[in-house]
């Protein structure tokens, strides 16, 4: 089955990373296929920043997301912008601290997507003390929402993926984001 | 043993190229190849090696061409604009049988057009680019995975046959990631090099239509030109037998060894009435479309434009209607896929622009089209 994730928000949110570990964790841990792609070009910077990502258990093909079966969004703007290309019955993860799903209640009532709200900055502020591991605190309620990657390799992908010393912070981010989803 | 990497395309690259014995890098950060170049810069001095940003692209394919003469397997990596300036040192390359490797991730193109957009618009570049009568070879890579392999491959062969070689590759590959496998024994041809005597001729046809290599510095003297030159390598301009005798043999040793040289994966082409002929990136494409159809299509890979696999084409197809190029230009291998199948079948060319990979369902539309088995 082929399953198309776009994670999207702020540059400088850590959301290339995010699915760098998405990718990761599926064709290196999990025995899976996976292909990840990002926008290039000045909204990378400050403005929207988007990363794709195809997860397979067969080889992945075509490596671009057309129409995802989840999306990520991290910031309102982004979530404004990319909600029309969710799949009928998609999943929809949103930070509420970063995002108002009201403003696109309309798209989720009409196409019938699935809803969950994770407030990984607030979680990466108050619980870890800090805001930049938001995006793995995403990770772990992607995790848990979608199980489209496995926990053991999520963590084993996170622990080569982040700068050497903050592994402890970021397992701790993860986790935290996991439980979010419960 | 062997390890696994999920890493960029561009990364890829650089890797292979370490693996493959690449000890020199020179260039010009250019997007979408910049990370081979900044990969490099990091990776080379851990091996002992050397990188240099140079002042521009010109010089970075002249410093590769010192390099190489130096003894040590040099590497540059551009995209288009930078490909256009390293022409003229590409011919001299040529002229002076000067094995170097030269990445084109390409871009939007013509000019400075689309720098993080994908195209394959220097493919006639990489054939035709430099001025008069040579044999490039060039591989195009449609995975990560084949972005290393390929490049260790462009190593190997600039070895063997002592010519510069093109990784033509191009954005989309140049920046996912993808699982790639590394395998701890790469087979790497080494540089020949000869054994010193009194009567030793560097541009002698003796292996391959060449002669190994010696570097400066081991006591050779020898004399390296791009004018026209003998055995010896001393210039002999005004005598047309001296020319047409180097520019055959620099023309025939890649020529006369194009069985081991071009390669192809050809899938379904017995009994299809279509067949589409694709390389690089929009491969990706084609397959997933083929996976959607319920048709039979046959499908034709090349992995070395150039030189290009003519006579392998014309067998494949011979039988087919109707043969679909899919690339990411208005035409170029087109015109050689219509060529190679010497009118026995339609040839259509599915040129995209844009920056953007052709969807599968815009290909099949395509095929739709043509009707067909």
Redesign the interface.
Known sequence: MRTEIRICGFGGQGIILAGIILGKSASLFDDKEAVQTQSYGPEARGGASKCEVVISDSTVDYPKVQSPDILVAMSNEALMKYIVDLKDGGTLIVDPGTTDVEDVKEFIEEHNIEVYEAPATKTATDEIGLKIVANIVMVGAITKITKVISKEAAIKAIEVSVPKGTEEKNIAAFEAGYALAD | MSE???IQGNEACAKGAIAAGCRFFAGYPI??STEIAETLARELPKVGGSFVQMEDEIASAGAIIGGSWGGAKSMTATSGPGISLMQENIGYAFMSETPIVIVDVQRGSPSTAQP?MAAQGDMMQARWGSHGDYEPIALSPSSVQEFFDFTVKAFNLAEEYRVPVFVMAD??IG?????IVVDENIEIVPRKRPEKSDDFLPFENIENGTTPMPAFGDGFNIHVTGLTHDERGYPDTNNPETHDKLIQRICDKVLNNKDKICSLKAENCEGADIIIVSYGAPV??V??AM?RSDKKVGFIKIDTPWPFPDEKIAELTKDAKDILVVEMNLGQMYYEVDRACKRNSNVHLMGVIGG??P??DEILEQVDRLGGN
């Not at chain 2, 920046?175 to 699982?179: A, I, L, T």
């Open positions: 696994e990497f999920f997007t979408p993080t954005e989309v920046h996912m990631r993808e699982k990706r494409s397959v997933e996976k953007l990979l969807t599968p």
